[in-house]
């Protein structure tokens, strides 16, 4: 996946959160449905992706200061960043405030006039999955943090 790729499908302006979340949710969505962060990125109206077709990031990467925001934004996410709470769904104006009105998605934070999401009752499979993901995320994070007490008990240090 090229930035140019990313930007030309979805940006959220020059806002480095925002540019962020979105790509979380692109990353975190392929993830959820087994699909692949290509097919994901693809316009939904010719191409069968997930993003509304419009002006949004045509030229983007033509931009210095923009392109630093979106090429930040990609390594952040490739590192491992969660500031949407691992949402899948992103949406705007009136879907936004229906999606949060009805609990079809789960609503998670919004970003520069961006809603993030996860599935809801619209999408029981996606939302099952998305459960158990995170359902097993929180409990490996878990096991990690009770294990280093111990491997500090066993090496004779105190424990926090």
């Known amino acids: 996946m090229t930035a140019d790729t990313v ?7 020059s806002n480095p959160q925002g540019t962020q979340a979105v790509l979380e949710t692109l990353v975190n969505r392929s993830m959820n449905r087994g699909t ?13 992706g997930y993003y509304q077709q419009g002006s949004m990031g045509h030229g983007a990467l033509k931009n210095p200061r923009h392109r630093a925001v979106l090429e930040h934004s990609l390594e952040q996410v ?3 960043s969660n500031i949407t709470g691992n949402a899948t769904d992103n949406s705007s104006a009136g879907l936004a405030a229906r999606e ?5 998605f789960r609503h998670h934070l919004d970003v520069n006039g961006e809603s993030f999401f996860s ?6 499979a996606p939302r099952d999955r998305w ?6 995320a929180e409990t490996m994070k878990a096991a ?11 090496a004779g240090e105190a424990a926090p």
């Open 100 to 104: 949060k009105a009805s609990g079809t």
């Open 7 to 13: 930007s030309r499908r979805r940006a959220q302006g």
């Open 131 to 136: 459960q158990r993901q995170n359902w097993a």
């Open 36 to 48: 692949s962060i290509e097919k994901e990125a693809r316009w939904h109206e010719n191409e069968g």
């Open 78 to 80: 490739l590192s491992g």
């Open 119 to 124: 599935p809801g009752s619209a999408e029981p």
């Open 144 to 154: 990690e943090a009770a294990k280093k007490p111990a491997e500090m008990l066993a």
